[in-house]
């Protein structure tokens, strides 16, 4: 570290330049993870929430809740357990029944009351749904306007549904969810009485049961999967990523090589003087780690304080762990840009500096 | 007993009708307490001689040892280990790390090598002899050529070899000052007891030569 710290305080702006180069790319980097966990997490945020691993559901809804529907024997031979709840889910538009506030597309959950899902809903403000007509709502409607108390006119159900909780982590497929009764999804849907469930998910797998012809089981991620745009997004937030990451190592590459190269007679001379190259190498990796800490730590921090600063309307998610691991991954990325520099100091021929 | 021996050393480069002999049969010894002088023209020889005598490169035949020591046969790290304990190289250019101040130039010699280099009243001393007290903040760009080459050789003195080899050490240098690099390189060998090998062109440094050598077309031949 003696030379690096040196060369740094020595050479200022350059080193200045360096690192808000990596912090710029690092934040970029940040900042598309949070929009790709953001977006991601509107799509799967109340499944995760459930804790699912597998879904009973009709075949022929392409993997897809929203457009499964059981009949009442088709439910009836699946098995149940504490940890499987039955649902109903449709997509719908949740109207003002008073027209003061915007109408929200929203994903209508019906849940049997006295099943694992109902029971664990923890509102953040309000209470559970004990009665017809009575829903939970995620908290995105706040941002919309609605209180507690208010009512909604849903999807092709009669009536009103009253407001009595908000709950938060409560998005399915982009849509703020609205967690009503099993009975209430049958209205909402506008299906015949035939037609009991969306599906049943269940928090282990199921154990071998006979399938009725119209149902399939999935797992968690097959149902993602299936979600219309999931992996399109997701794959494009991923390239994104990785470009955004072989530009960083290229950059980073490029400078350090640039450097090396005008510091090679210097070098050249300190390798004559018997300044052994082990000692100029590790001086070249501690600074490239040096330079990739700070600048990954202040674009870190960057991130952090646009998190406190951004809307809740936009799709964001910060997710510390992730990002740390990713910082961690910048960080390794960068240090393969300080090999070329490595390998241009291991070779340096010393004769090159006598006689000049 | 002498510090530096070359025996019948030739260095040949390329092959076939290309090849070049740099160095012809050259037998040489450098002794404690002497300053040589290797004089000659351009491509002569006299880069090729400095690197062998440095251990920067192997001759093609004949023998090299220093300290007593055949290098032929030891390893990289075992003649970079020799370079920085026995031999201070002071070189045309580039002496100095541009961004350590004269003091880091000679902490970095503490850096790589742990013991044995100057005690501090000696180097107090040799500080003050070469006039460098004034200077200890400063960054090369902020010395002029004679400054610079005299904490270079300060720098080379630190580690306390028995070898001073210097690369044409006047090449950038008014007369006043080449005098004073002459002198200075006399004084460090007569007093420290260390031999000094000088390759130049600078016939202004033959006045403080115990011995001179020429070198023309590889060949080697003391005139002084």
């Known amino acids: ?84 709840a039955t649902i109903g889910i449709s997509p719908i538009s949740a109207k003002d029944s008073q027209g003061k506030h915007d109408t929200v597309s929203a994903q209508f959950v019906g849940l049997n009351q006295t099943e694992y899902v109902a029971r664990n809903l923890k509102p953040i403000q309000g209470r559970t749904a004990k009665n017809n007509h009575e829903v939970v709502v995620s908290d995105k409607f706040k941002d919309a306007g609605y209180q507690l108390n208010d009512k909604l006119s849903l999807g092709l159900a009669k009536g009103s549904y009253q407001i009595v909780g908000f709950v938060k982590n409560a998005t399915y497929n982009i849509g703020p969810v609205v967690y009503g009764s099993l009975k209430d999804w049958q209205a909402v849907k506008g299906v015949n009485p035939t037609l009991v469930a969306s599906g049943v998910i269940n928090q282990d797998s199921f154990k071998a049961f006979d399938h009725p012809k119209a149902v399939t089981v999935i797992d968690r991620q097959t149902l993602f999967d299936k979600l219309p745009g999931y992996q399109a997004q997701n794959l494009t937030f991923a390239f994104m990523i990785g470009f955004l990451a072989v530009i960083s190592l290229l950059i980073i590459t490029i400078f350090l090589y640039i450097l090396t190269v005008q510091k090679k007679p210097s070098l050249a001379v300190l390798r004559a003087q018997g300044i052994p190259s082990q000692f100029l190498i590790k ?62 100091i291991s070779r340096i021929d010393p004769i090159t500096v006598i006689g000049g | ?23 012809k049969d050259v037998n040489f010894t450098a002794d404690n307490g002497e300053l040589v002088l290797i004089v000659g023209p351009s491509g002569s020889g006299k880069s090729t001689f400095l690197t062998i005598l440095g251990g920067l490169q192997q001759p093609t035949s004949g023998q090299v040892k220093i300290q007593n020591q055949a290098i032929h046969q030891l390893s990289k790290r075992a003649l970079e280990k020799i370079r920085l304990n026995e031999i201070g190289f002071v070189l045309q250019a580039y002496n100095l790390v541009p961004y350590l101040t004269v003091t880091d130039q000679f902490k970095l010699v503490d850096q790589v090598k742990k013991s044995a280099n100057l005690p501090t009243e000696t180097f107090q001393a040799l500080l ?97």
Not at chain 2, 158 to 164: G, K, V
């Open chain 1, 283 to 344: 001086n070249t990796f501690n600074q490239t780690l040096l330079i990739l800490v700070v600048g990954v730590a202040l674009s870190f921090s960057l991130a952090l304080l646009t998190s406190h600063l951004l809307p809740a309307a936009v799709p964001m998610y910060f997710d510390i762990p992730l990002l740390s691991i990713m910082s961690g991954g910048i960080i390794i990325t960068g240090l393969l840009g300080s090999l070329i520099p490595i390998v241009i």
């Open chain 1, 1 to 84: 570290m003696f030379l690096a710290l040196r060369e740094i305080k020595h050479e200022k702006i350059r080193y200045t330049l360096i690192v808000a180069v990596i912090a710029l790319i690092s934040y970029l980097i940040f900042i598309l993870s949070a929009l790709a966990l953001g977006l991601a997490n509107q799509n799967t945020a109340a499944i995760k929430s459930w804790q699912v691993q597998s879904i009973a559901l009709n075949k022929d809804a392409n993997a897809s809740l929203g457009q499964s529907l059981l009949t009442k024997a088709d439910l009836d031979a699946i098995p149940k357990s504490a940890k499987t």
């Open chain 2, 128 to 224: 003050n002899e070469l006039g460098i007290e004034p200077l200890l903040k400063k960054y090369p760009d902020e010395l002029s050529g004679g400054q610079a080459q005299r904490v270079a050789i300060a720098r080379a003195l630190y580690a306390n070899p028995n070898i001073i080899l210097a690369d044409e050490p006047t090449a950038a240098l008014d007369t006043a000052r080449v005098e004073e690099v002459g002198r200075m390189f006399a004084h460090i060998a007569h007093q420290q007891k260390k031999a000094v090998i000088v390759v130049t062109h600078d016939t202004r440094l033959e006045t403080y030569a115990d011995k001179i050598y020429n070198i023309t077309d590889g060949k080697l031949s003391q005139v002084k």
């Open chain 2, 1 to 23: 007993m002498s510090v530096l021996q070359l025996t019948d050393v030739s260095k040949r480069f390329g092959s076939g009708t290309s090849q070049v002999t740099a160095l």
